[in-house]
């Protein structure tokens, strides 16, 4: 009898053993699989990524990715390169190109600023601030959701034909939105409804706010997304007063002070950017002189575009996560621009990462097993079956976005960076003395690519509130052969022109007149984008040069 008691304790402790044993195995397991990557190695993976990105970037894309922000550093540090109206207007903040200004700085410094480096190493200075606001996005969709929505957000935020297009480029967008992902995940108004409760996101509002504040310095129109938050936050907050007149007053006006006094130093006397920003884009309507789109442009092309085939992954993330505020900043942002005449898929940058976070909430729930109300070892058939649709939707994404991505990347408009980058070849031996650009305004890199001082030309397209005004850029396409007799009756003439094949027809006997060869012809473009299709960039010389 004592005998038989013994063996049934030995039996009892063995079981519970095994379902201690059991018990930290699972403990271990749900740790594994619930805590997130460590920060480090998520921004090593994607600081490697968005190199690769960055050099694989070929092609041009908006203007203001050179001319307003590389091209004006370029003139702080080595002392040459073109401002364009926007600065006399005193639109702009030195506070981005300053930015570069230290790299390039960098970069005359360990005596590296050659002609191929000058062309390659803005883009992959940008990708380092791109993979910090990859990480801290990865840590938003965490703290929102779980670890497998941050996994899942991060591939599409990686693989997302327009973040891999634009978020390298030198834009002020592109710095807009790492610093908007950054100051989100800050703020506390954005509760982890979704989250397991054994992490909380490290909200700090002051943070949120100098952050918010400085990607409104260099982009004011980024108040529009701060509006949203800060109004969110300020019916929920109990310490109303605190918040406005202790942090959101102090903070602003101390990060405004700052950017104010940076401008003081750069334009030489004071200028209030934000106010003469809103003034010119907002009150007078200036941005349409560059252009304009419909109303619903932004919902019904703009913003589908960017997202293109994540779309329906995002629509599904947004109804079956409820997570109605991160929604409604999205469509409040979309809302407001599309107030204005002037739209560009640029300015909506800043909430596509929100976009493509629901995204993968909607990747991460495809043959997401329930084990809280079966055992996955149950249901293997319907996980077989959940996993397959799990890898048709993934090769679906990939399979559209990829080639997209590299198309627009690399091919797509790209003659005008090559052209630009062989006339800097060709400049360092001393074979371009002067360049005149027969081409729409802007249409081009310009000092900063080509990296010498010599004398330049481009068709100006500055606006004017004259009335019957035209450009010299219109003027140009309006009648290229008249426009450049009448220019050639006074000028010096350049070495080397530049101008696209479509404009070339009208301007051949012009060019073989005075003495001009066509030297190369660069690629550009399969299609035309809003004006006539300008399928290569002619580069001609003077024959004696």
């Not at 010096?492 to 530049?498: E, G, M, R, T």
């Amino acid at each position: 009898m004592m005998r038989r008691r013994f063996d049934v304790k030995e039996e009892a402790g063995e079981e519970l053993q095994e379902l201690l044993k059991g018990d930290r195995t699972q403990s271990v397991s749900q740790k594994s699989i619930h805590n997130p990557r460590p920060v480090i190695k998520v921004f090593g993976i994607c600081l490697v990524f968005r190199i690769a990105n960055a050099l694989l970037i070929r092609t041009y894309f908006n203007p203001d990715e050179h001319w307003q922000s590389l091209e004006v550093a370029h003139r702080i540090v080595f002392g040459y390169g073109h401002m364009t109206w926007e600065w006399s207007a005193g639109i702009r903040s030195y506070l981005h190109p300053l930015i570069f200004a230290f790299f390039y700085k960098l970069l005359w410094f360990f005596n590296l600023d050659t002609p191929s480096i000058m062309v390659m190493a803005p883009r992959v200075y940008q990708s380092f601030f791109a993979a910090i606001g990859d990480a801290y996005f990865y840590r938003l969709s965490y703290s929102i959701f779980d670890k497998q929505t941050a996994d899942w957000a991060l591939l599409s935020q990686l693989t997302n034909w327009f973040m891999f297009y634009c978020i390298t480029r030198t834009l002020s967008n592109s710095l807009e939105a790492v610093l908007t992902i950054m100051a989100i995940y800050y703020w506390p108004s954005l509760k982890c409804s979704q989250s397991p409760p054994y992490e909380l996101r490290r909200t700090s509002r002051k943070v949120a706010l100098v952050l918010a504040a400085f990607a409104c310095v260099i982009r004011p129109t980024s108040a529009v997304i701060w509006i949203y938050l800060g109004t969110l936050h300020l019916f929920e907050t109990r310490d109303k007063v605190k918040f406005v007149f202790m942090e959101v007053s102090p903070i602003g006006a101390s990060v405004l002070a700052l950017a104010c006094l940076f401008d003081r130093w750069m334009y030489g006397s004071w200028v209030f950017v934000p106010l003469n920003f809103v003034k010119f884009n907002f009150f007078s309507s200036g941005g349409d002189y560059y252009g304009t789109h419909k109303w619903h442009w932004y919902f019904s092309q703009g913003f589908p575009t960017m997202l293109f085939t994540f779309a329906p992954f995002t629509i599904i993330g947004i109804w079956q996560s409820k997570e109605w505020k991160l929604f409604g900043l999205i469509a409040w942002v979309l809302g407001v621009y599309s107030i204005l005449g002037h739209k560009e898929f640029r300015f909506v940058l800043p909430v596509l990462p929100i976009a493509l976070m629901f995204s993968g909430y909607t990747l991460a729930k495809i043959g997401k097993c329930h084990s809280m109300e079966l055992n996955c070892k149950g249901i293997g058939r319907t996980k077989q079956a959940h996993d397959f649709k799990k890898k048709w939707a993934i090769l679906f994404l990939l399979l559209s976005n990829l080639p997209m991505a590299f198309y627009m990347s690399m091919i797509h408009q790209r003659g005008s960076e090559d052209a630009m980058a062989f006339l800097a070849r060709e400049a360092a031996i001393g074979k371009v003395h002067s360049v005149l650009f027969l081409m729409p305004c802007h249409s081009t890199p310009y000092y900063s690519t080509l990296h010498r001082n010599i004398s330049m030309r481009f068709l100006d397209c500055s606006p004017s509130a004259a009335e019957g005004y035209v450009d010299e850029s219109d003027s140009f396409l309006l009648d290229p052969a008249k426009f450049t007799s009448n220019m050639a009756l006074d000028w010096k003439q350049p070495s080397h022109i530049l101008l696209f094949d479509s404009q070339e027809r009208h301007l051949k006997d012009f060019l073989a007149s005075h003495s001009y060869k066509e030297i190369r012809r660069f690629f550009h473009a399969h299609f035309k984008v809003d004006r006539d299709l300008q399928a290569a960039v002619l580069v001609y010389a003077l024959v004696e040069c």
